[in-house]
């Protein structure tokens, strides 16, 4: 597995990564876990050095797991999560929406540093951005953070140009995470040029669009209610339909590369930009290596070119978040 730098800072994880966050609910059930802590542990041997958690997943539950699964590799791996929802740091119970007061920052940092099971997090970011907080404000805690050896990387997840050129501004940011796909194109527009311009990298979860680009998911496809996506509008039924259309483009260039659909998305997004490092994330071992073959994927510049015409004549139907999950970004 090929290496790619983060930021400026000296950020380095492999070029594609493993998202946790299903490995303990958010798609329907819980996995069980010893199942998850051992297919982590498979990741890292088959090359994955960049692993992502956050403290809301579970709430808690989700960087447990990590940290026991990677306790014994720690040296190997680099170990993101996120700070910022409004959580009882005691008790897990959900208290509003957003907190990033500094205070609040710096003593969630104490309860992930015990659960990941380590002395430092090396990549922290602030989930979304909390409009009653300043930028500056966030940025100098997790600068305090650094100072300490407690974090040794900044980064921010689904913010807005504004709020990533004030937050760098106090503590240079390594890493925007946000959600970018070829269902999800909304950060080419201000946020790659902005990135670019400040040497930031970027971290585009659902790189497979929830499962969607895998050619998975059919039109008559029903979710549980314990599942996202029967709350996002991308995936109602007459979205679905029209959406499909992207799967056609890529299940053709497949076909021809002798790949398979999420192979061709994924090493879609490795081609964009040497600073693009996705982190797709599964509960089988089988989908594990099918992400990781897209690596070794070459997409020619006439594939590219195809995909990008084909993909411009495609009018993404529905948003891709309940709406008062699509309040909480680009701010």
Request: hydrophobic content about 40%.
């Amino acid at each position: 597995m090929q290496k790619r730098k983060l930021g400026n800072q000296g950020l380095e994880v492999s070029e594609i990564g493993l998202g946790c966050m299903t490995m303990t609910g958010g798609y329907g059930q819980s996995p069980d876990r010893e199942t998850m802590i051992q297919l982590i542990r498979t990741a890292v041997e088959r090359g994955i050095t960049f692993f992502d958690t956050a403290e809301t997943y579970g709430p808690f539950k989700n960087e447990d797991l990590v940290g026991e699964a990677l306790e014994p590799l720690r040296k190997d791996v680099v170990i993101a999560t996120k700070f910022g929802h409004n959580i009882d740091l005691v008790t897990g119970e959900r208290l509003g929406p957003l907190n990033s007061r500094p205070e609040h920052i710096k003593a969630a940092t104490e309860g992930m540093l015990k659960r990941l099971r380590t002395d430092h997090i090396d990549l922290l970011y602030q989930h979304r951005v909390d409009p009653s907080v300043p930028m500056e404000d966030v940025a100098g805690a997790v600068k305090d953070l650094i100072a300490q050896g407690k974090v040794r990387y900044f980064g921010l997840s689904e913010a807005g140009a504004r709020s990533i050129r004030r937050a760098h501004s106090v503590q240079p940011l390594s890493a925007l995470q946000s959600e970018y796909s070829l269902w999800t194109r909304e950060p080419d527009a201000e946020i790659l040029p902005t990135l670019e311009e400040l040497g930031i990298g970027l971290v585009p979860f659902s790189p497979l669009g929830k499962g969607f680009l895998t050619g998975a998911i059919g039109p008559d496809a029903t979710f549980a209610g314990s599942d996202l996506r029967s709350r996002i509008p991308r995936f109602e039924p007459n979205a679905l339909k029209v959406n499909l259309a992207l799967v056609d483009i890529l299940r053709r260039i497949a076909a021809r590369k002798g790949a398979t659909p999420a192979q061709v998305a994924l090493a879609w997004l490795l081609a964009r930009k040497r600073w693009i490092v996705p982190i797709p994330g599964t509960t089988k071992p089988a989908r594990l290596d099918e992400n990781l073959g897209a690596a070794s994927l070459q997409l020619a510049s006439n594939d590219l070119r195809e995909i990008e015409d084909a993909t411009a004549a495609i009018k993404v139907q529905g948003a891709r978040y309940p709406e008062e999950l699509m309040k909480m970004t680009g701010l």
